[in-house]
T-cell receptor
Framework: NAGVTQTPKFRVLKTGQSMTLLCAQD?????MYWYRQDPGMGLRLIHY???????AKGEVPDGYNVSRLKKQNFLLGLESAAPSQTSVYFC?????????????FGSGTQLSVL | RKEVEQDPGPFNVPEGATVAFNCTYS??????FFWYRQDCRKEPKLLMS???SGNEDGRFTAQLNRASQYISLLIRDSKLSDSATYLC????????????FGAGTILRVKS
């Protein structure tokens, strides 16, 4: 059972380039999330999805877009990368949005924008 | 003011020591509380949920003080393998029951 899988694990971009991060989960979870983690700060929610075909903005959505065309996949896109988007990105999923639910995380993507 | 605040540490302790971390949260409507553990360059993993009456899991004890809006984590008989960053996590209803993470407290256990 793979759980939550993120690809790629590392990526270096030049300013203005675009890319897509893929998150896949095999647990049939309804909710999926994208977070970014920066030094000295907690994980911050970028976007989330409460089910196939739905997306919603989190705390720091600017500069990112997402899609959830299939229940098991949640894609995070950067249309024009900026150095401020250098970060570690984590995808997570949960069975539903109940406040007591734990999150299952992917192993992260280290993104550097030069 | 940050919604969830933690002492970043690092806490450097010898093996076998008892160590405690506190975390404060600003939103009194918060419903659920957790401690996650994050190893260097790894993903966060749930360590334990925190219940109103306090709860224990082996060497780990979590407490919640709603009146003062803080939670704590106590680790007894520290092991080298306990070295990690401990994240305080709070559910905040305003964000549709999504979780808000503290920046973490670094623990280093030394032999």
């Amino acid at each position: 059972n793979a759980g939550v899988t993120q690809t790629p694990k590392f990526r270096v971009l030049k300013t203005g380039q675009s890319m897509t991060l893929l998150c896949a989960q095999d647990m049939n979870h309804e909710y999926m999330y994208w977070y970014r983690q920066d030094p000295g700060m907690g994980l911050r929610l970028i976007h989330y999805s409460v089910g196939e075909g739905t997306t919603a903005k989190g705390e720091v959505p600017d500069g990112y877009n997402v899609s959830r065309l299939k229940k098991q996949n949640f894609l995070l896109g950067l249309e024009s990368a900026a150095p401020s988007q250098t970060s570690v990105y984590f995808c997570a999923s949960s069975p539903d949005g109940h406040p007591s639910r734990k999150l299952f995380f992917g192993s992260g993507t280290q993104l550097s924008v030069l | 003011r940050k919604e969830v605040e933690q002492d970043p540490g690092p806490f450097n302790v010898p093996e076998g020591a008892t160590v405690a971390f506190n975390c404060t949260y600003s939103n009194s409507a918060s419903q659920s509380f957790f401690w996650y553990r994050q190893d260097c360059r790894k993903e966060p993993k749930l360590l334990m949920s925190v219940y109103s009456s306090g709860n224990e899991d082996g060497r780990f004890t979590a407490q919640l003080n709603r009146a003062s809006q803080y939670i704590s984590l106590l680790i007894r008989d520290s092991k080298l393998s306990d070295s990690a960053t401990y994240l305080c996590v709070v559910n905040i209803e305003e964000y549709g029951n999504k979780l808000v993470f503290g920046a973490g407290t670094i623990l280093r256990v030394k032999s």
